[in-house]
C-alpha cells in the first residue's frame, strides 16, 4: 500500500451541535440503519467501516468490527460505540480490501473531495459499500453520477430524506 497523508482534521459546523447530534438527528439516522438492516445480512466476523462516523450509530449493524472514522473530534468524542479514528474520508488509514462492509450515511456531501472518498471507499472494502446522499445535497446529480461510475450499484432505496446506495465490490 502506498503512503497516505492524512489531512489535519477540519471544522464543518458540527462541533456546536455535536453533544446535541443524536437528540436532533438520531432518530432519522436510525430510520436509515432499519433500511439497510433490512436489506443485508453481514456475515458474524464482518469488519464494518462507517465513513463520516459521528457519533456512531452504525454500532447498530451487526459486525465484529467496527471502526468510525470522521474528521470532527468532538463528534468523535461523542461516539462510544466504535473505535475511533480521526481523519478525513479522502485519505482512508487502511490497506486495501480490508473491511467486508464500508457505510456512509448522510456524509459524502460534505467531504470535500467525494470523488476521491468514494475512490477510497470502494479500495478499503472487499464486498459492500453503502452510501446514503442527501437528496437535498446541491451536487446530489454530480454525488449520484460518481458512486454510480465509481462502484456497481446493485440496489437503491429511498429514504424520505435520502437515496441510499447498495454497491458490490
Known amino acids: 500500500m502506498s503512503t497516505r497523508i492524512m489531512p489535519n482534521a477540519m471544522k464543518i459546523g458540527y462541533d456546536k451541535i455535536s453533544k446535541g447530534y443524536d437528540e436532533l438527528h438520531g432518530e432519522e439516522q ?35 468490527l467496527k471502526i468510525g472514522i470522521d474528521n470532527n473530534l468532538n463528534m468523535l468524542k ?5 473505535i475511533k479514528v480521526c481523519g478525513g474520508a479522502e485519505y482512508l488509514p487502511f490497506e486495501d480490501d480490508t473491511f467486508d462492509i464500508v457505510i456512509s450515511l448522510t456524509a459524502v456531501h460534505n ?12 479500495r478499503v472494502c472487499n464486498g459492500l459499500v ?15 453520477a460518481s458512486i454510480k461510475h465509481t462502484i456497481p450499484v446493485f440496489n437503491e432505496a429511498d429514504h424520505p430524506h435520502d437515496r441510499i446506495f447498495f454497491c458490490k465490490v
Open 30 to 64: 436510525l430510520s436509515k440503519l432499519n433500511i439497510i438492516k433490512n436489506q443485508i445480512r453481514p456475515k458474524p466476523d464482518a469488519k464494518l467501516l462507517d465513513v463520516g462516523c459521528g457519533t456512531g450509530l452504525s454500532s447498530n449493524l451487526d459486525a465484529k
Open 78 to 82: 461523542s461516539n462510544n460505540q466504535l
Open 111 to 122: 467531504f470535500q473531495d467525494y470523488s476521491k472518498a468514494i475512490l477510497e471507499m470502494k
Open 130 to 144: 453503502i452510501i446514503s446522499l442527501l437528496k437535498r445535497s446541491k451536487n446530489f446529480e454530480a454525488i449520484e
